[in-house]
Nanobody, 116 residues
Framework: QAHLVESGGGLAQPGGSLRLSCAAS????????MNWYRQAPGKERELVAS????????NYADSVKGRFTISRDNAKNTVYLQMNSLKPEDTAVYYC?????????WGQGTQVTVSS
């Protein structure tokens, strides 16, 4: 059974940094595009960053471009999201997602709060 477990969320000050991790198990991690989504209270879930199966290509939402970096380690079955220069509007639950054709898996989410 596929599992995605996020970690690394918490409270950060504006301008600070956090690094999220998502550990995968139960499926062939290297065969899946990996994504980070987030959902703020009262808002729809939005795609934040994506990375292809080999890590050769990444994409970011305009709101995080230049501040967030997605990476993956296929040997460790883990995807990361390095978040720098955090803003209060980055406050949300962050979800890890694995996608291959019509198959996708979701993690349970990790809360990120940016506040002074």
């Amino acid at each position: 059974q596929a599992h995605l477990v996020e970690s690394g969320g918490g409270l950060a000050q504006p301008g600070g940094s956090l690094r999220l991790s998502c550990a995968a198990s139960g499926f062939t991690f290297s065969a899946y595009t990996m994504n980070w989504y987030r959902q703020a209270p009262g808002k729809e879930r939005e795609l934040v960053a994506s990375i292809t199966r080999t890590g050769g290509s990444t994409n970011y939402a305009d709101s995080v471009k230049g501040r967030f970096t997605i990476s993956r380690d296929n040997a460790k079955n883990t995807v990361y999201l390095q978040m720098n220069s955090l803003k209060p509007e980055d406050t949300a639950v962050y979800y890890c997602n694995a996608l291959a054709s019509l198959i996708q898996f979701w993690g349970q989410g990790t809360q990120v709060t940016v506040s002074s």
